[in-house]
């Protein structure tokens, strides 16, 4: 008698291994993050991210419809506004560039469904996701701007609010500034657990939104920190959070897991600038083989347990599928 158990015999060929695997990627786990700006025909690369633009209006509504075409349907956007100043009033501005940006993608690409990032960095002149007094950011003044930008993304016609400013209460009071307006309807998509990253750099570049001092270590969360995750995740649950988001993504996967473990709401993993920027680099200089690499991150992240992935790759990766 052979004791010998022989694993690889399913992995002989293809159709084998295609057949026993356990993870599948597809476009609908895709969210594809985009960063509008004013004017027209703009189409300005970001030079940490190489394959990533500032996009003006008319071009965001281009670019949409064709990640469209290859199955993404959900962007989320972020603004990258010319004006900018102390309590970010851009953010919650009627005709302010996220705003505008809405209409005009739930305008004219008619699958397109847009999903708000919710926050004040890209809007404030020093660069903080709140209001400042004495060097320090508030919190609760905070809440107030955020809710009043929940609601003027939602008048835009913005299909999900995505709040990603990690003031305490974020939820509990962006969810009843909807409701008051009318708007009971529309989900809230926490970035629930969201570490003070590195990673994020590049999207600093992007969207202008570098703390001018300080750093955000007082309001996102310290990356050696677990616990503090499910703790974060469970306060956002009680707050009426609708979906989950865990943030960085690739070193990370073990609080993705954790977090999937704990809840049973929907959860999102944000693959994010960094990530994407060291994967570009890398392949750039012939280290690495992007292709290979980005599937291989993704499908890690959804084996981690996400159910959406946001990601600067969503476009390319679903055009290669297709
Ligand atoms: C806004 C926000 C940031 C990111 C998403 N929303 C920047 C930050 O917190 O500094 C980062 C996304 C990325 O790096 O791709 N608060």
């Known amino acids: ?45 970001i030079n940490s991210m190489p394959g990533c633009f500032n996009l003006s209006i008319d071009e965001l509504v281009k670019e ?64 903080h996701c709140g209001v400042i007094r004495d060097g320090e950011v508030l919190n609760d003044p905070t809440l107030d701007l955020l809710a009043r930008t929940a609601v003027s993304q939602a008048e835009a016609g913005a299909d999900i609010i995505a709040p990603s400013n990690m ?58 920190n677990a616990r503090e995750a499910l703790r974060e995740a469970a306060l956002d649950v009680e707050q009426g959070a609708d979906m989950l988001m865990v943030k960085p993504a690739l070193a990370y996967l073990d609080i993705i897991r954790a977090v999937r473990e704990r809840f049973d709401l929907p959860l999102a993993a944000y693959q994010v600038s960094g990530e994407y920027s060291m994967i570009k680099a890398a392949a750039r200089l012939g280290w690495v083989d992007e292709e290979r690499i980005v599937i291989e991150t993704l499908t890690a992240i959804k084996r981690a347990g996400a159910d959406i992935i946001l990601t600067y790759f969503a476009r390319d990766v679903a055009a290669r599928m297709a």
């Open 1 to 45: 008698m052979n004791l010998i158990q022989r694993p690889r015999r399913l992995r002989r060929s293809d159709t084998l291994r295609a057949l026993v695997r356990e993870t599948h990627l597809t476009p609908n786990d895709f969210v594809y993050p985009l960063f509008v700006c004013e004017g027209e025909g703009v189409r300005r690369e």
């Open 167 to 224: 003031m305490d209460g974020f939820v509990a009071a962006i969810r009843a500034a909807l409701d008051n307006a009318g708007f009971e309807h529309l989900p809230i998509m926490s970035y629930a657990v969201k570490y003070a990253s590195g990673f994020y750099g590049p999207f600093r570049e992007a969207a202008g939104s570098t703390p001018q001092f300080g750093d955000r270590r007082g309001y996102q969360m310290d990356p050696a």
């Open 64 to 127: 949409v419809d064709l990640a469209v075409r290859v199955g993404v349907r959900s962007v989320i956007l972020f603004g990258v506004p010319d004006e900018k100043d102390a309590t970010g009033s851009q953010a919650y501005a009627e005709d302010g560039i996220t705003q505008r940006a809405i209409r005009a993608l739930k305008r004219e690409v008619k699958e397109a469904f847009v999903i708000a990032d919710n926050c004040l960095c890209e809007y404030t002149d020093h660069g």
